[in-house]
Structure formats: structure tokens, C-alpha cells
């Protein structure tokens, strides 16, 4: 056994080969694009560690595992060299089972030194880790990620079999578990990429062994129907038959259909997320600068939206100081559940379903052209920083359009909520600016404290100062790789002037905006308690205090003024597609003077021991909800599970 093992992993050289100069690539892109010696334990691995799963790197790692089992029969059955092996004095079962090992050893070798590799570049600098290195985190992921290649081997030596199509009915296989994730905000178990699916439990990695084990049983008897099948099919020298120039044009005709299909549920999928297809059924009209496209139905809002849109992209040229006046296509028929609107290069989609008011339309297409105009101005830098960049972007988009299209209201009460998670999250330029500020705080906040900013660097720096902000970042000399606060500092020395001007004067403007807020509006969350009930919902009560005063004093819960609508968001869940973190409704309950909040969520939403998830509340009449700091739950399934 061993020397057939021995020869078949002579016989996957070149899918070695293939494998080892892709790892070599990837690492070199790294060491050119990277400073090596800064990198610390979580930042090499911001993604293989993020809470759920990432859809892109299980993609790889199966695209891997499938190539690699591709290369174990097909081929030596079409050449006939499968004869020599049948021939030697060792069962079938025997030499199968060798390729089988021979496989996962490869990849199981390519997993080690991809892992090793890691760990020396992390041990080039001790103070990257903090003193500690996360070895049980480590560990965990590599002998996980060697299961679930063993596993996905099994799956290509049965797909192989079937050669295209097999890949095909495999491809549509991922396809489905994509859709029940989208649907039903889990595949659960059906999904073989929830093998990759992170929990933590403080810095220690859980894996999910239920998963792990019922993928194991069914890789062993994916296994066994693959033995039988390619046991019993002959070589073509041996009288296996060759296909006729009919059957190979039928079966290129039904693979290519095949293809057609998956490419268009792929398409599908993706215009979902994305904000939708435009079609022949819509109509399309054009002014100066847009070119739009509508559902029929939509016409009076959008002749209102056409009426203004030249008009206003007039004005944020003339705001941002430019006379490069770019073309954008607009699609007024997209639907989306992440935002009302979404801007790629010199293209809109949006969502008219988002806001009933035709203002908040035209307010929302002003925002969306301020990202095309911010590509366009910056060629594409903001991009290239968008971490860093990122409360700026959509700060900037928010203040630009609010000043072209007001809306008093809603600008308002964006700004009292942004005013208190400032103050009570003890939020600073640094967390802005930071990669993991959607993780800790509400992403919304990017919009309304971007806006706030926007407005103090204006004041600070002048109002053509957004304009040549922009042209600064894309100049030609602009020094490539610099860290968020370089960047910043770097880009507003260049139009004359000072981050550490404009913090202050962000911080004195948003201190005022507190003082000014009536908070009475914004109780607090305090005592919450996780509980998994007998039918596996999960319940969350928190009860509500009355807000601070200056002093840090708690005031009276102000039980006629409590929001009309509470609500909490559950993150962390693994998804095959991106998707928004699921909101839920919560009641609220009393009990003499006590007030709580009670929120139940169905078994899906929780679907591990552990999750994330915000407290919220809407302060005031269609405005955005206010959501407490982020918080982990752990809810234990009851014993009969």
C-alpha cells in the first residue's frame, strides 16, 4: 500500500507543481504589497478568522480539493493506463483506495507548509502577536481545513465519474446551499462549506464537529459509490466504449446548457445582491449627464427625479469644484435589502422601494452621484484606502446631498442618534478609520458621523476643501501603502490642512450636538440575559434605565416617551452570498416600575451556542434605529438536543 501510495503521489507532481507556485505567487504578492515585520497575528488572518465563513476562501480551498481529484481517474481510464495498475498482484479496493490517500496527502502536505510559512512570518516580529501566539486558534484551522479537503476528494472522485456534467450537478449543488442560506439564513448541516464556519469562544476557535461528522459519513459513502463505479468502468484499450462524434456533440450541447443554466442562477444571485437586472420591459430616458432606466409603474416619481437631476449634479460639481462632468447610467429598477442606493464606476442602482417621499429619491440619487464623482476626482483612490476612508466616503455623499437636496427631519434625527453613540460609545477619529469600525459599532453610523465630520473639516479647511481633498488623494505622486492615519495626514497636509484641526473641531462640534439632544428620547440598555427556550428560539430580555445626565448621573426612565419600536440585529451568521445581519422586533413589557424589552429569535438566527448581536431601538417617528455597542450571547441548546 505504501508503494502505491508512493507511486501515485509521483503521478500528482504537476498538480503539485501546479499548487506549490500558486502558494508562491500568493506569498510574494504579500511580501511586495506588505511590510512583513508588521504584520500581527490577527491582521495576517483578518479574514481566515472572521466570524462565519468566507465565501471566497472555501470557494478556493474546494476549487482546490476537485482539481486535485480530477486528476486521480478520468485521464489514466481515457489512456488505458489504469490497465497497468489493475494488473499488478493488489486488489482494486487497494489501488483506489491508494489514490484516495495520495490526494490528501497532497493537500494535506500544501496545507502544512502554507501554515508553516505563516508561522515563520509571524515569528519574524515577537511584538506583532502581543507576546501570544493564538496556537489553538491555529491548530484548529489547520487540521479542519485538512478534513475538509479529504472530504471535498471524496466528492470530486464521484463527480469525476460524470465527468462535465458531474461538475455541472455539483456546481448547482453549491448553488442551492447558496439559496438556502439567502432564504433561510442557514443551509444548516446540507452545507459542506459550514466546516469552514468560524465561533469563537473567547480567542479559542469551536469548530462545528456535528457538521465535521455527518460530512465524514458522507464522504465515506460518496466513496464507496465512486469505488463501484470506476472499479467496474473499463478502459477504452480494455473495451470501454468511445464516444461517437453524435454523442460527443449531445453531450457538449447538454454540458454547455448546463453551464448556461448555472451561469444564469449565478447571475441572478448576484443582481439580488447587487440591486437587479435591467430588462426590455423597462423604459429609458436621458438627460445630460444620466441615462435612466424604470419600471413604468415608477413614472411620476421618476419624471419628479428627472426634473432635478441635471440641476443637482450642476450644483455637486459645483460644490466639489470641477468641470469634469462624467456620464452615468442609472438603473431606477433595482431591488435591494442592503441599501437604498449603490454606485459602482459612473453606474447607480436603486431601490425606489426604499423611501416613499420623491425628495428622498432625488436625495438618494445626489448621494450615489457624489460616489461616482469621488471615483472619478480621486481616480479611484478612496478606494485604495477604503478602510481608512471608508466614514469619509459615505460622510461626504451624506453632507453634499443633504446640502442639494434638504431633507430637515431626517437630517436631524441622524445626527441626534449619531451624537449619542458618539458620546456613549466613546467613539474617536481612530475607530473611523479603522477597519474593524463596522464589526464594533453600527455601520449606519458611517453615513450620519461621516456627515458630522464632513461639515467640522469644512469648517476648518474651507469649502473647496472636499473637491481638492479628492484631486489630492488621486495625485500621480501620492506616496502607494500608507496606513490609514498617514494617508489622512499626508492628503490634508497636501491642500494646507491638519487632521489633529479638524478632530478638535469635531469633537467640540459633537459635544455641542449632545448637550443639545433631548436624550430622554435614547434609554439605556442594562441587565441582559440570553436564554434559550424549550422549542430552540433563543429570547434576549435587557431592561431599560433612563439616560445620563452631564454628570454621569442616571436620569428617570421616561415611560411616555419610550421609542414605538425596539428591534435587535444578529451578526455573525456564515452565508454563502453576502447578505445583511437579520432584524428582528422586539416588546416591550412592564412590570410596576420596571420596563423591559423582550426579543425572541427563531432558531435559524442562532443556530450555534454563541452570537453576536445589537440592541436597537427607533428614537424618533421613520428614522434610522440607534444600536447599542455589539455584544456576544451564548445560548446553550437544551439537553434533549
Request: glycine residues 6%; hydrophobic residues 50%; charged residues 20%.
Amino acid at each position: 500500500m505504501i508503494s502505491l501510495i508512493w507511486k501515485e503521489l509521483r503521478q500528482l507532481l504537476p498538480i503539485a507543481w501546479l499548487w506549490f507556485a500558486i502558494i508562491l505567487i500568493g506569498y510574494a504578492s504579500r511580501f511586495i504589497g506588505k511590510r512583513i515585520d508588521e504584520e500581527t497575528f490577527g491582521s495576517w488572518f483578518e479574514n481566515l478568522l472572521a466570524v462565519g465563513s468566507d465565501p471566497m476562501i472555501a470557494a478556493v480551498a474546494a476549487v482546490v480539493g476537485l482539481v486535485t481529484a480530477w486528476a486521480l481517474f478520468p485521464r489514466e481510464v481515457d489512456d488505458s493506463t489504469i490497465d497497468f495498475l489493475r494488473a499488478l498482484p493488489v486488489s482494486r479496493v487497494s489501488v483506489f483506495v491508494a489514490k484516495y490517500i495520495a490526494a490528501v496527502v497532497l493537500i494535506a502536505i500544501l496545507t502544512v507548509l502554507s501554515y508553516g510559512i505563516d508561522a515563520v512570518v509571524l515569528a519574524w516580529n515577537p511584538e506583532s502577536i502581543g507576546g501570544r501566539f493564538y496556537g489553538q486558534a491555529f491548530a484548529t484551522m489547520l487540521w479542519r481545513d485538512i478534513v475538509f479537503s479529504a472530504i471535498i476528494v471524496a466528492h470530486g472522485v464521484l463527480i469525476s465519474w460524470f465527468r462535465v456534467l458531474g461538475l455541472v450537478v455539483y456546481a448547482l449543488y453549491l448553488l442551492g446551499v447558496a439559496w438556502l442560506e439567502s432564504q433561510a439564513g442557514g443551509a444548516g448541516v446540507f452545507s459542506v462549506l459550514s466546516i469552514l464556519s468560524n465561533e469563537f469562544d473567547g480567542s479559542r476557535l469551536v469548530v462545528d464537529l456535528r457538521a465535521i461528522v455527518i460530512h465524514v459519513l458522507v464522504a465515506f459513502f460518496v466513496l464507496l459509490i465512486a469505488y463501484f463505479l470506476w472499479s467496474r468502468t473499463p478502459s477504452m484499450r480494455a473495451g470501454g466504449k468511445r464516444r461517437s462524434v453524435s454523442a460527443k456533440i449531445a453531450r457538449g450541447l447538454m454540458s454547455l446548457a448546463a453551464f448556461v443554466a448555472v451561469g444564469l442562477a449565478l447571475l441572478q444571485i448576484t443582481a439580488t445582491e447587487n440591486g437587479g437586472l435591467i430588462d426590455d420591459s423597462l423604459e429609458v430616458a436621458t438627460t445630460a449627464h444620466y441615462r435612466f432606466a424604470f419600471h413604468p409603474s415608477d413614472t411620476p416619481t421618476v419624471e419628479y427625479v428627472l426634473g432635478h437631476a441635471d440641476d443637482d449634479f450642476q450644483r455637486l460639481a459645483d460644490l466639489l469644484g470641477t468641470d469634469e462632468l462624467p456620464r452615468v447610467r442609472v438603473n431606477l429598477a433595482a431591488a435591494s435589502e442592503h441599501a437604498a442606493g449603490l454606485a459602482t464606476w459612473k453606474t447607480i442602482r436603486m431601490d425606489l422601494d426604499t423611501f416613499e417621499a420623491d425628495v428622498s429619491q432625488r436625495r438618494v440619487l445626489s448621494h450615489e452621484t457624489v460616489h461616482v464623482m469621488q471615483s472619478v476626482l480621486s481616480n479611484r483612490a478612496l478606494a485604495r484606502h477604503y478602510a481608512a476612508t471608508r466614514f469619509f466616503v459615505e460622510g461626504m455623499a451624506q453632507y453634499l446631498s443633504f446640502i442639494v437636496v434638504p431633507e430637515v427631519e431626517r437630517r436631524a434625527s441622524n445626527r441626534a442618534i449619531a451624537a449619542v453613540a458618539w458620546k456613549r460609545q466613546d467613539i474617536r477619529f481612530e475607530d473611523l478609520s479603522d477597519a474593524e469600525f463596522a464589526s464594533r459599532f453600527d455601520p449606519d453610523l458611517y453615513y450620519s458621523l461621516g456627515d458630522l465630520w464632513t461639515e467640522s473639516f469644512v469648517s476648518v479647511c474651507g469649502e473647496a476643501a472636499i473637491g481638492d481633498f479628492l484631486r489630492a488623494a488621486g495625485r500621480d505622486d501620492v506616496p502607494r501603502n500608507l496606513v490609514g492615519p498617514v494617508f489622512w495626514r499626508d492628503t490634508l497636509g497636501t491642500i494646507g490642512c491638519e487632521l489633529e484641526e479638524v478632530n478638535e473641531r469635531f469633537r467640540t462640534d459633537m459635544l455641542a450636538l449632545y448637550e443639545s439632544t433631548d436624550r430622554s428620547r435614547f434609554p439605556r440598555f442594562d441587565g441582559v440575559e440570553v436564554t434559550r427556550l424549550d422549542d430552540g428560539r433563543v429570547q434576549v430580555v435587557s431592561e431599560l434605565m433612563g439616560p445620563e445626565d452631564g454628570a454621569g448621573d442616571t436620569l428617570p426612565l421616561d415611560v411616555n416617551q419610550l421609542p414605538a419600536r425596539f428591534t435587535i440585529r444578529v451578526g455573525g451568521l456564515a452565508s454563502l452570498v453576502a447578505t445583511v445581519d437579520p432584524v428582528f422586533r422586539g416588546r416591550v413589557e412592564r412590570e410596576g416600575d420596571d420596563v423591559r424589552v423582550v426579543y425572541e429569535l427563531p432558531a435559524r438566527a442562532v443556530p450555534r451556542t454563541r452570537f453576536e448581536y445589537q440592541l436597537g431601538f427607533a428614537p424618533y417617528a421613520d428614522s434610522r434605529v440607534w444600536y447599542d455597542t455589539r455584544r456576544t450571547g451564548s445560548a446553550s441548546r437544551p439537553a434533549s438536543e
